[in-house]
């Protein structure tokens, strides 16, 4: 007897139990119920087969809005809870079930066109295609019969048939949809002989890179660029074979949400250009971060080689910007690798930089702010600042004895008292339930492409009617210009406008505010009247509260919320030395000459030629950082490169100066300054949870300002520039050029 | 023996005593004292045929009948003091190696004109500034920057 065989004895012996020894011995079994009818009838139905629960696909919830309006489906024989009007893909879905689909996509209409997901219903002669077939109660489908599985394959084939054979040199490669699913319904060999369909590639601008052969008609660019992104650039010319998505005529799409288009594209006809031929997606090493280039805090995935970002795509927060990011955001990260500081230098008296080391730096700005009065220091935030590093910056110039400490955007004069007065109190998702909208002196468009996205689907959805006072601008909504300045609002205000009846007939009024509007003298009184309205329309109730400020900057809302008030409006112009951490949009006429300017920030944009002392600081994708979006909500960055040349942390660089200066901060690790952000501002450290402000304007004094006549300015002049970063961007530059509008 | 002396003589008469010295310098004569190698490979070329001179000046030589067979090709390095195999370039190699009867020379003629690089003898433990290093290499003069950003550059004054 050979080892094999006692192993297979061994083995025999432990996995068959005797029971089970019949089942395996091929034996002819005689179907006694089919001989004996009444006995097959008077056999119950089939027990629901004992299955294991299954997960729902990607998280997938169920909402009953109403309970009675559940209906229930079998999804290969196991029962799912639905809620009345949901398709039979989405049935699928909560039953963990993952259909392929090409067409299909869950934030935009259904148009059913790929035939990838088609199912078997029982009763039904034909498989049905899932996305677009509503359940219906005690529907049976079938996702895993040999008919479904036949139909996709021959669906899949005819995509196939077209589709070029270019993977390998395909930017999507990797992570396309058309590769995914041909490896469970592709054949290994095509039957197709002639010659494939070829499509002129169209040119969609700088961002989205086109390679229409392989495209597969799937509609999904076409309908988001008219839902979502709400321009009417893209569009299927031609039937049959001669079927093409393109721009009617030739022309660039301008749309602030472009970018997007590449990622829901199933296949690699829609690709990212900067992006073409740089990297593999399987190279990138993803770290899960937050955007700083506008207020929003959209959520977005940093793909890095090695020392470089290589491209950011956006991470799923249906709170905040869903699963869309702006083109800013998305397409800005090549600055990140462009007029970089990398050492600190010192402005010799020649008038020429010399890089120094650190110590040399720290010791001459630590000597210079000992020789100036307490009250001639001045520190200015920038816009991409994180919280921890205002913290510090604050905490060490109140150590100086100074307390002019502000940050950029927020205005001359700031109302950090009360926190409802500077952040979105609806919050971005909130929005979805407004009915009315009053936008004063702010354009979402290009200020917070993600909030105006959250209003377009507002009013697409529910027919919601916005008003609009600011300069004639061009939001992808319809919209009512009621006035440029802020008369209007006054009129609004007294009930004499017509659009006043409107908002007072709203169910949830919601107004909106622009951070524009901080830079103004008479920013009280505006407030003021804007309040009235707000009181008027019921804006803020116990149950909804519509008064919202749409903030311009990733750091205005954590300044805001350590209080980064400067104590005179004048403190600039009477400086002797500031302290400008990555503050570039200050106005350098008004430092006086002999102020000794230390610049601190990452790229050489604006301050530094203005500065005594650089001292180069990490970027956001380099750092970790706490920011606080528009809406109030705390998030953090996390770093995703390593640190350029000699720059450090921002917080760090001010701790270190402090110890030069003999002014130790008493923190000299990250969670040692939360903790003391902690005490200032608590909603700091509560990450990713939109903390409500508590008190409502009503407890604000009377303002005692007068209006002024002067209309509302745009806030943000160029969408694609707007900071240190997205200026030093090739791609951002190209996009100004071509894409905004003049 | 008597046919060496009597060919050094004549070249004595010759040239002169002087430049008959310097001859044997340059030959490598005095080397010999100090270096076996080179002294067995003079006394072996006493009587043997020059069959060619590379570019280098490397000669080689052959000579049947009292020489071992397998042994009966050899060069005579051009360099006197550091020389190694490497010396010796590809096209004679064969024939020092009995790998093929035809000479350098032969198979020069047969060398394609549009390729093939210069030889070099290998200078590995010669010192670094000879040796080859990479494009990442510290000691590569012209060392590729890995740098993945462009830095600030202070141009106003």
């Known amino acids: ?742 | 023996m008597a046919g060496v002396v009597r060919n050094a003589l004549k070249s004595i008469r010759e040239k002169g005593l002087r430049n008959f010295f310097g001859e044997l310098k340059e030959e490598g004569y005095l080397k010999c004292l100090l270096d076996g190698n080179l002294l067995q490979t003079k006394m072996q070329n006493i009587g043997a045929t020059l069959v060619g001179i590379d570019k280098f000046g490397n000669k080689y030589y052959e000579k049947f009948g009292d020489t071992q067979y397998g042994r009966h090709r050899w060069v005579e390095y051009a360099s006197k003091d550091r020389y190694n195999a490497s010396q010796v370039p590809p096209e004679w190699h064969g024939w020092l190696h009995f790998i093929t009867d035809h000479t350098g020379d032969e198979l020069l003629l047969l060398k394609p004109s549009r390729y093939g690089v210069e030889h070099r003898e290998n200078l590995s433990g010669e010192g670094d500034e000879y040796i080859y290093h990479s494009k990442g290499h510290s000691l590569n003069p012209g060392q590729r920057d890995w740098t993945r950003y462009q830095p600030w550059k202070p141009t106003k004054a």
């Open chain 1, 1 to 742: 007897m050979g080892l094999g065989s006692i192993a297979s004895r061994a083995l025999r012996s432990n996995t068959l139990r005797p029971g089970h020894t019949n089942l395996l011995r091929r034996s002819i079994v005689t179907t006694t119920e089919l001989r004996n009818a009444e006995a097959a009838q008077a056999q119950p139905e089939t027990p629901p087969p004992d299955l294991p629960p299954r997960t729902p696909v990607a998280g997938a919830r169920v909402h009953f809005p109403n309970p009675e309006d559940a209906i229930e489906v079998f999804v290969d024989g196991y029962p799912v809870k639905i809620p009345k009007g949901m398709t039979v893909l989405q049935a699928c879905e909560i039953a963990g079930v993952d259909i392929p689909r090409f067409c299909y996509h869950s934030r935009l209409s259904i148009a059913g066109n790929c035939r990838m997901c088609l199912v078997e219903v029982e009763k039904s002669p034909k498989p049905v295609a899932s996305c677009a077939m509503p359940a219906l109660p005690g529907m049976k489908i079938k996702t895993d019969t040999p008919l479904a599985k036949k139909a996709r394959e021959g669906v899949m084939e005819f995509l196939l048939m077209n589709h070029p054979l270019d993977c390998p040199i395909c930017d999507q490669g990797g992570e396309c949809d058309l590769q995914d699913q041909s490896m469970a319904f592709g054949s290994d060999r095509g039957r197709f002989t002639e010659t494939k369909r070829s499509v002129v590639d169209k040119n969609l601008g700088p961002l989205v890179k086109t390679v229409m052969t392989r495209c597969i008609q799937c509609t999904r660019c076409v309908r988001f660029a008219t839902e979502i992104a709400g321009v009417q650039d893209l569009g299927m010319l031609g039937r049959g074979s001669g079927e093409e998505i393109g721009t009617y005529v030739e022309k660039l799409m301008t749309s602030e949400l472009s970018g997007n288009v590449i990622d829901i594209c199933p296949v690699g006809a829609l690709t990212s250009k900067p992006f073409a031929f740089k990297a593999r997606n399987w190279e990138l090493k993803g770290t899960e971060s937050i955007d700083v280039t506008d207020a929003v805090g959209s959520n977005i995935r940093i793909d890095s080689r090695g020392p470089e970002v290589m491209r950011v795509v956006p991470r799923l927060n249906e709170d905040i910007n869903e699963e869309w990011i702006s083109d800013k955001t998305r397409f800005f990260y090549d600055g990140l690798k462009r007029q970089r500081l990398n050492d600190p230098m010192i402005r010799g008296p020649d008038g020429r930089f010399k890089a120094v080391s650190w110590r040399d730096a720290l010791a001459v700005v630590a000597e210079v702010i000992h020789q100036v009065k307490a009250d001639e220091i001045v520190g200015v935030a920038g816009k991409l600042s994180d919280a921890e590093s205002m913290m510090a910056l604050k905490d060490f110039l109140n150590k100086m004895g100074s307390n002019n400490v502000l940050c950029e955007g927020n205005g001359p004069n700031p109302n950090a008292d009360l926190r409802s007065g500077y952040i979105m109190n609806t919050s971005i998702s909130g929005l979805e339930n407004a009915d009315v909208f009053l936008l004063v002196g702010t354009q979402p468009r290009v200020e917070a492409a993600m909030v105006n996205a959250r209003i377009r689907k507002t009013v697409r959805a529910t027919q919601a009617k916005v008003g609009y006072v600011g300069p004639a601008t061009d939001l992808n909504y319809d919209h009512e210009h009621l006035g440029t300045g802020p008369q209007t609002l006054s009129e609004i205000a007294k009930g004499s406008h017509p659009f006043s009846s409107t908002l007072m007939n709203a169910k949830n009024p919601c107004i909106i505010v622009g951070a524009g509007i901080f830079e103004r003298d008479d920013k009280d009184a505006i407030f003021s009247v804007v309040e009235a309205i707000a009181e008027r329309a019921k804006a803020v109730r116990p149950d909804w509260n519509g008064m919202n400020v749409l903030l311009l900057n990733a750091a205005q809302a954590a300044a805001l919320d350590l209080g980064l008030v400067p104590e005179s409006d004048k403190g600039i112009e009477s400086s002797k030395f500031i302290y400008l951490m990555g503050a570039d949009d200050v106005n350098l006429e008004k430092i006086p000459e002999d102020a000794f300017v230390v610049y601190q920030g990452h790229h050489g944009d604006r301050s530094v030629y203005r500065a005594n002392v650089i001292l180069p600081a990490s970027a956001f994708s380099e750092k970790e950082g706490t920011y606080v979006n528009t809406e109030g909500c705390a998030q953090t960055t996390v770093p995703a490169v390593p640190t350029v040349g000699d720059a450090r942390d921002d917080w760090k660089i001010v701790r270190a100066l402090s110890e030069v200066a003999g002014v130790i901060l008493p923190y000299d690790s990250l969670s040692a300054i939360r903790s003391r952000m902690k005490t200032v501002a608590p909603n700091l450290v509560n990450v990713d949870e939109r903390e409500p402000a508590t008190f409502s304007y009503s407890l604000k004094p009377e303002s005692q300002q007068k209006i002024s006549t002067t209309p509302f300015k745009a806030a943000v002049e160029n969408f694609y520039m707007t900071d240190p970063i997205t200026r030093a961007s090739k791609v951002m530059a190209q996009c100004s050029a071509l894409l905004s509008k003049k």
